[in-house]
């Protein structure tokens, strides 16, 4: 079963709304770590914001912000006053234990397209 | 910064050819990590490393290989390589209980 589920392959939006993409994850920890990456056409993978479960408060960065719902295993991603170079592919990233290390594992992506 | 290269962004190899891709990470990384990257399937992991010549199967190791003879350096090895191993590549390091730090990508076509 996939642990990490981003159910939107696509989306798009006019330049300075607000979007947000969904991410579902599955797990039986009570302490790990999610992320959220944006690959632009460029194809360099960068962070965009992190969230540690221990923390209630959503994280945020700028005009990126986090909707974290524990109990509901939801972490989505809101983009406020959306901007050309915003679009890029997006994933959710869900950091678990297994054997020892930890994995971080992604979702399928959504591709975010800003339009003029 | 933290920089993670990849040898090369572009490679173009026939079946049957053992390939090598190289990744180098300047932060003193515990953790490495190999994915392949495929339209509508996401990051997919293929094997990581935890320490120096340790090293652990992911999500879909099979026809890879990896080394890690030093702590920056971590090379995956397609065995033979098969056309359905025409995808993109993404290197990955990270400290323990940090964010990863990727390459640049290496797009691989076998032909």
């Known amino acids: 079963a996939q642990t990490v589920t981003q159910s939107q392959p696509e989306m798009s939006v006019q330049e300075a709304e607000t979007v947000t993409l969904s991410c579902t994850y599955d797990t039986s920890e009570n302490n790990y770590y999610l992320f959220w990456y944006k690959q632009p056409p460029s194809r360099q993978m960068i962070l965009v914001i992190r969230?540690?479960?221990?923390?209630?408060q959503n994280a945020t960065e700028n005009r990126f912000s986090v909707n974290f719902q524990k109990a509901a295993k939801s972490f989505s991603l809101k983009i406020s006053d959306s901007q050309l170079g915003d679009t890029a592919m997006y994933f959710c990233?869900?950091?678990?234990?297994?054997?020892?290390?930890?994995?971080?594992?992604f979702g399928q992506g959504t591709r975010l397209t800003i339009n003029p | 910064d933290v920089k993670v290269t990849q040898s090369s962004r572009y490679l173009v190899k026939r079946t049957g050819e053992k390939v090598f891709l190289e990744c180098v990470q300047d932060?003193?990384?515990?953790?490495m990590f190999w994915y392949r990257q495929d339209p509508g399937l996401g990051l997919r992991l293929i094997y990581f490393s935890y320490d120096v010549k340790m090293k652990e199967k992911g999500d879909i190791p099979e026809g890879y290989s990896v080394s890690r003879e030093k702590k920056e350096r971590f090379s995956l090895i397609l065995e033979s390589a098969s056309t359905n191993q025409t995808s993109m590549y993404l290197c990955?390091?990270?400290?323990?209980?940090?964010?990863?730090?990727f390459g640049q990508g290496t797009r691989l076509t076998v032909v």
């Open positions: 932060m003193d990384h515990e953790n």
């Open positions: 990955a390091s990270r400290a323990v209980n940090t964010e990863a730090f």
């Open positions: 969230q540690e479960a221990y923390k209630q």
């Open positions: 990233a869900f950091m678990k234990l297994i054997q020892g290390a930890q994995k971080l594992v």
